[in-house]
């Protein structure tokens, strides 16, 4: 349903002195009206018709406007039915904070909270032996979470711990706490740094049932290893978030020193690896 009448809540005219395209001042005022709370995620917008009799302008105006908002991913067209303010992406950062998922969640104001859908002590494939320098077949805890944010599917995460490090895990609870948190404060394990790999892939059916998507949507696949300070791997994960909720933040400083480059970050550098991998990404 299209919310109360637009004229009273955004101003519905084009300056027709400006210097700036209609379509711009169309797709401005619609920002504005998104950005000011007018309309909230799910609410269906004027149509095209209505939109030509409020702005006075033709319907190849409209449609452009209303074509960059949904790269913008503002809105959200569907056929047949119209045009609705879109779900706003959840922000995570990649690189510039040491903080999980979780953690990284309550910052920003969500309440996240896991389903466990699975926590075994397994053995280890060579795939993760590898990534955790391990010798196949050692025992590994397997934990595989679905993490919702006000009940949305968003991540669907496996994460990869060596036994011998932290046995307690294998029986905690992790639905509304932080791995991090457990792992500092109950096996006094602090992750230090990590490597993270980061690639687009298409949602397979498993993935897709459990993240409310259709199979082949967009997810962005998120591989990473943790280490402690003394460079042990403690952790390898496997996260796939959903494409079109889910968005990552980069902060990157670059410092020439005598023919090296060099990142800075919260006061502190780290020499960089060869090639272009991103470093200090967590996400549990």
Same mark, same amino acid.
Request: hydrophobic share 35%; proline share 6%.
């Given at each position: 349903?299209?919310?109360?009448?637009?004229?009273?809540?955004?101003?519905?005219?084009?300056?027709?002195?400006?210097?700036?395209?209609?379509?711009?001042?169309?797709?401005? *005022?619609?920002?504005?009206?998104?950005?000011?709370?007018?309309?909230?995620?799910?609410?269906?917008?004027?149509?095209?018709?209505?939109?030509?009799?409020?702005?006075?302008?033709?319907? =190849?105006?409209?449609?452009?406007?209303?074509?960059?908002?949904?790269?913008?991913?503002?809105? =959200?067209? %569907?056929?047949?039915?119209?045009?609705?303010?879109?779900?706003?992406?959840?922000?995570?950062?990649?690189?510039?904070?040491?903080?999980?998922?979780?953690? !990284?969640?309550?910052?920003?104001?969500?309440?996240?909270?896991?389903?466990?859908?699975?926590?075994?002590?397994?053995?280890?494939?060579?795939?993760?032996?590898?990534?955790?320098?391990?010798?196949?077949?050692?025992?590994?805890?397997?934990?595989?979470?679905?993490?919702?944010?006000?009940?949305?599917?968003?991540?669907?995460? =496996? =994460?990869?711990?060596?036994?011998?490090?932290?046995?307690?895990?294998?029986?905690? !609870?992790?639905?509304?706490?932080?791995?991090? *948190?457990?792992?500092?404060?109950?096996?006094?394990?602090?992750? *230090?740094?990590?490597?993270?790999?980061?690639?687009?892939?298409?949602?397979?059916?498993?993935?897709?049932?459990?993240?409310?998507?259709?199979?082949? *949507?967009?997810?962005?696949?998120?591989?990473?290893?943790?280490?402690?300070?003394?460079?042990?791997?403690?952790?390898?994960?496997?996260?796939?978030?959903?494409? !079109?909720?889910?968005?990552?933040? %980069?902060?990157?400083?670059?410092?020439?020193?005598?023919?090296?480059?060099?990142?800075?970050?919260?006061?502190?550098?780290?020499?960089?690896?060869?090639?272009?991998?991103?470093?200090?990404?967590?996400?549990?």
């Amino acid at each position: 349903m299209v919310s109360n009448e637009a004229e009273g809540i955004f101003n519905p005219t084009i300056d027709r002195s400006s210097h700036i395209p209609y379509y711009i001042q169309l797709k401005e *005022a619609l920002r504005g009206a998104i950005e000011g709370g007018y309309w909230k995620p799910g609410d269906q917008i004027p149509g095209e018709v209505e939109l030509c009799r409020l702005f006075d302008v033709s319907r =190849t105006v409209v449609l452009q406007a209303l074509n960059e908002l949904g790269h913008e991913g503002l809105i =959200t067209r %569907v056929k047949g039915k119209g045009t609705f303010i879109s779900e706003p992406k959840i922000s995570e950062s990649l690189v510039q904070k040491l903080t999980g998922f979780y953690q !990284d969640m309550i910052d920003r104001g969500h309440n996240p909270v896991s389903k466990v859908l699975k926590q075994e002590v397994m053995p280890a494939s060579t795939k993760v032996a590898g990534y955790l320098r391990l010798t196949p077949g050692t025992q590994v805890i397997d934990i595989e979470r679905l993490r919702f944010i006000q009940d949305e599917p968003i991540v669907l995460v =496996t =994460t990869f711990l060596p036994y011998s490090l932290c046995p307690k895990l294998a029986d905690a !609870d992790l639905s509304n706490q932080s791995l991090y *948190a457990f792992l500092e404060e109950e096996c006094g394990l602090v992750i *230090a740094r990590g490597r993270r790999m980061i690639e687009a892939v298409p949602a397979r059916e498993y993935e897709a049932r459990l993240l409310q998507v259709k199979k082949g *949507a967009p997810l962005i696949l998120l591989d990473s290893v943790s280490y402690l300070k003394d460079d042990t791997p403690i952790e390898y994960y496997h996260a796939l978030h959903r494409g !079109d909720r889910s968005r990552f933040e %980069v902060e990157l400083v670059r410092i020439r020193e005598q023919g090296r480059d060099r990142r800075a970050m919260a006061g502190e550098t780290w020499d960089l690896p060869p090639g272009n991998d991103v470093v200090m990404g967590r996400d549990a």
